[in-house]
Every structure is written in structure tokens, then in C-alpha cells.
């Protein structure tokens, strides 16, 4: 500006705002990063009641199926542009998405390692109802691994219930239920949690169905025959089993196999999703510090009810959720109780209140259970 030129008033009063707005803007950030940013808060113990983040990104979305939130795994990002901003809504494409067992993924961060195998077969499609069959013949991985190393007793057992030798040759007898149930072998797979703070290796266990290629090759011969006899199950046996005997070269090494199945490295994929999801899923409160909880009701133009829950929290909590909603906008809260989700409502908002208020939620019976498990602090 020219020498001597004054500013217009107008431009003064609108530089002054915008000044002061800035000031206002940078002062309440200043507050904000001394009040909560800098604070270290201690981990925080899964229990009946708890609001928790899954981290953005990471292939994980919670959704809505029948008026109750679910967390499934999606092949797109969490934080899809497709989303809506109203969680409440019923998501139309949940049934083929990946569903996560909630409370076993909150018991497996309390360190429950039967919770985790549970998480661990959910999340790698073990299961499914025809995915082992209906008669379980467990053996541990670390019974296979003593009858491999010779103990006499297991082996015979193990041929027995495989009905099949470990080096592949066929037994001289047929035993029906050995062709149809093989064995389900127990593997331990050791996944990475945080546990309260501390980074710990929780074993789960998977079962994975263990068929000898001859019992599949007799049962692909009977099986789509609507009635079949033991005598017929017994020639297709013999049949199956004289090939192999002609052609050494087709026999199975089973002991090989179960070596393979039973060696640390073979499990070393079925960790790697669950300890992803575990590893980005963070508890932020829990019931202890809900202080108070009710709702309140409204209608739409087309007289539907909707539900508004609010949540009364202690000062710790305020700081814990303000802190994390300052650093991770657009994250979703799963509000669950006793390992249901009741809700997740997508913040883009700093939560910096007292107060956090879950709206549009459908189903008053299930709001109505929370708030009474809240209050009796269960």
C-alpha cells in the first residue's frame, strides 16, 4: 500500500475478523494439543460395554445388517468414498462380506487364546459347515509329530484311524468311518496381540480336515450314489487301493504331509489377517467409565421412531475419545455390549465433550438392554 493511503473501514473490520477467527482457530488447537495431545493413557480392558475403533484403511468396515452393526472384512478400504455418512442405514451387500466375531475379536484382546482360534477360523473361511466333517477325529500336531518320530503306539493308531499306512500303502481292511471322517488335525498358531499394553504371543488353534488321497478317490465313487452297501464300498476300496499298489508312484507319502502340515511355517498364513485386525482394534472406553446413560425418541415425516443414545462419560474417558478423534477423523465408533455391536456411528468431529450421543438407532429393545447393563454396570 502507497505511503500515507488509509485502509477502507470495511477491510479493516474484515481483516480484524478473520484475524481474530485465526486466533480463535490456532488458541482452541493450542488448548486442545496441551489438555490431550500430549497425554499417554494406559490400555484399556475389554468388558461388557465398550466403544472401540478399528483403524481406517486396513480392510475392515463396520456395517449395518438387520438394524445391528457388524465389523466384516471387505475387499475395499475402510474409508471408501462409497460410504455414507449415516451408519444407521442398512448396508444392502452385507451378506457377502466376511463377518468378524466381535466378542471373541474384544475376548482375544483380553488375551483369551479360545476366543482367538475362533477369530482365526472365522477369518480364514475354516468355519464353514462342510469344512470338516460331522465326526471329529482330532489329533493335536503334537501327537502326529510323536507318532512320526516312531512312538508305536500312536502309529498304529494314526494308520488305524487314517485307514491308510504313513507311507501310503493301503490297508488290508476297510473301515467306513476312517474313509469318511480321516482325521481333523489341531494346529497352534501363534498370532501377536496387544494385550493391556504388552505386545504378547497368544496361541490360537485351527482344525483342518486331513483326508488320504485313497479315501477321497473311494469316496468320489460312492458318494453320489443315493444307496450304496458295504460290499460296494468294499470293492471300490480294492479297486483304488490295487492301483496304487500297481503304480508305487501313486501312492501318497503321508508321512511327508502331515510333517509339511504340522511344521511351524505351514500355519504361518492363517496369522496374518487376525493379527492385522487385532493389531489396528483399539478399545477407547470401557463400562467403567460410563457414568450415565439414556435416550430419547423421535419420529420422522413418515412416523418411523428412531432412537438417540447418549452416553455420559467420566473425565478420563472425554480426554481418551477427544484425543483420538483429534488424530484420526472419519473413524467409526462400534459401541458393543456383551460382545454385540449396537451401533458405529462415523465421527468426523472432534469428540471434546462430556457426552457422546449415538443417533438414529432403530431397534428401542436393544438400546433398552444396553442402558439397563450400563446402569447395573455388568
Do not use: C
Request: no cysteine.
Amino acid at each position: 500500500m502507497a505511503p500515507g493511503k488509509r485502509i477502507n473501514p470495511s477491510i479493516r473490520i474484515a481483516l480484524m475478523t478473520i484475524g481474530g477467527v485465526a486466533a480463535a482457530y490456532g488458541g482452541y488447537h493450542l488448548f486442545a494439543g496441551n489438555a490431550v495431545d500430549g497425554t499417554v493413557f494406559q490400555p484399556v480392558k475389554p468388558s461388557a460395554v465398550n466403544l472401540v475403533s478399528v483403524a481406517p484403511g486396513m480392510g475392515y468396515k463396520v456395517i449395518i445388517a438387520n438394524q445391528v452393526a457388524q465389523l466384516a472384512q471387505v475387499s475395499t478400504e475402510f474409508g471408501d468414498t462409497s460410504n455414507r455418512g449415516d451408519e444407521s442405514q442398512e448396508d444392502s451387500s452385507a451378506s457377502n462380506k466376511r463377518r468378524i466375531p466381535i466378542k471373541e475379536m474384544l475376548d482375544s484382546l483380553a488375551g483369551d487364546e479360545k476366543a482367538l482360534s475362533a477369530v482365526i477360523m472365522r477369518m480364514n473361511d475354516l468355519d464353514k459347515e462342510d469344512s470338516l466333517p460331522s465326526v471329529k477325529v482330532i489329533w493335536k500336531a503334537a501327537d502326529i509329530k510323536k507318532a512320526l518320530d516312531g512312538d508305536s503306539v500312536l502309529v498304529a493308531k494314526l494308520e488305524k484311524d487314517l485307514n491308510v499306512k504313513l507311507d501310503g500303502t493301503p490297508q488290508p481292511y476297510v473301515s467306513v468311518n476312517s474313509l469318511e471322517n480321516a482325521i481333523v488335525l489341531e494346529l497352534p498358531v501363534p498370532v501377536k496381540v496387544n494385550v493391556e499394553g504388552q505386545v504378547k504371543t497368544l496361541v490360537g488353534t485351527i482344525q483342518l480336515a486331513f483326508v488320504p488321497s485313497l479315501s477321497a478317490s473311494v469316496m468320489a465313487r460312492y458318494g453320489k450314489e443315493a444307496a450304496v452297501t458295504l460290499d460296494k464300498i468294499k470293492t471300490y476300496y480294492s479297486q483304488e487301493a490295487q492301483k496304487m499298489l500297481d503304480d508305487p508312484e501313486k501312492k501318497q507319502d503321508i508321512r511327508a504331509d502331515l510333517a509339511r502340515r504340522i511344521s511351524p511355517g505351514f500355519v504361518t498364513d492363517y496369522a496374518i489377517e487376525p493379527e492385522r485386525l487385532l493389531s489396528n482394534t483399539k478399545v477407547l472406553v470401557n463400562g467403567g467409565m460410563i457414568t450415565q446413560a439414556s435416550y430419547s425418541t423421535r419420529s420422522d415425516d413418515a412416523k418411523a421412531k428412531y432412537y438417540d443414545l447418549r452416553l455420559d462419560v467420566s473425565d478420563e474417558a472425554r480426554k481418551r475419545l477427544w484425543q483420538f478423534s483429534r488424530k484420526n477423523r472419519g473413524f467409526q465408533l462400534l459401541f458393543t455390549v456383551n460382545g454385540i455391536a449396537i451401533a458405529a456411528p462415523r465421527i468426523r468431529e472432534e469428540l471434546s465433550q462430556s457426552d457422546v450421543t449415538i443417533k438414529n438407532l432403530q431397534d428401542e429393545d436393544l438400546v433398552k438392554d444396553a442402558i439397563s447393563v450400563i446402569q447395573g454396570k455388568n
